[in-house]
T-cell receptor, first 115, second 116 residues
């Protein structure tokens, strides 16, 4: 089955540094998402992306965050100046369409640790 | 109000027994989808089963079935014949009618431990 791939699987960074999390969605999917999960807590929506622009973003997705689809395959999440509270598992997801029956295909996640 | 509520933070089940994980949802939409995902300790999110709001029959996928009670707004996951590999976090999620964001709403999850 096709899958969403994320790199790196683990990222350790110093507070205040910039990080870029990378994702390759499933090739025929048009809708892309980032979610995050702080250890032991619920999965939280960050942002959705379609047609090269943000469709919706949550309150978490402030000016420190940005997303980009630099080419036809990659989808990146950039955190400009990381904070301790950004430590979390970050999941990329994609879907083919937006019907209520459309499941999200998740990547394996990037565990971000901010020191 | 929470869109998805999972009231069981942790559950234990004996191997080979069945277990029900509870999920209630809140929406005023007529069209919505309900999903269950499994998250093993390795961290990935694995899709298990889907139920559409208009589906009259409960969804089944192998050992997984979804007990859908629309009037009560509940979508409980039933795992039959539990196996040790079923030990994981289980998340209930909902997708409402297409909107600009098309986001999923997740519950807080239930940690299931299967006891040999």
């Amino acid at each position: 089955e096709p899958e969403v791939t994320q790199t790196p699987s683990h990222q350790v960074t110093q507070m205040g540094q910039e990080v870029i999390l990378r994702c390759v969605p499933i090739s025929n999917h048009l809708y892309f998402y980032w979610y995050r999960q702080i250890l032991g807590q619920k999965v939280e929506f960050l942002v959705s992306f379609y047609n090269n622009e943000i469709s919706e973003k949550s309150e978490i997705f402030d000016d420190q965050f940005s997303v980009e689809r630099p080419d036809g395959s990659n989808f990146t999440l950039k955190i400009r100046s990381t904070k301790l509270e950004d430590s979390a598992m970050y999941f990329c997801a994609s879907s083919e369409a937006t019907g209520t029956e459309e499941k999200l295909f998740f990547g394996s996640g990037t565990q971000l640790s901010v020191l | 109000a929470q869109k998805i509520t999972q009231t069981q933070p942790g559950m234990f089940v004996q191997e080979k027994e069945a277990v029900t994980l509870d999920c209630t949802y809140d929406t005023s939409d007529q069209s919505y989808g309900l999903f269950w995902y499994k998250q093993p300790s390795s961290g990935e999110m694995i899709f298990l089963i889907y139920q559409g709001s208009y589906d009259e029959q409960n969804a089944t996928e192998g050992r997984y079935s979804l007990n859908f009670q629309k009037a009560r707004k509940s979508a409980n996951l039933v795992i039959s014949a539990s196996q040790l590999g079923d030990s994981a976090m289980y998340f209930c999620a909902m997708r409402e009618a297409p909107n600009t964001g098309n986001q999923f709403y997740f519950g807080t999850g239930t940690s299931l431990t299967v006891i040999p």
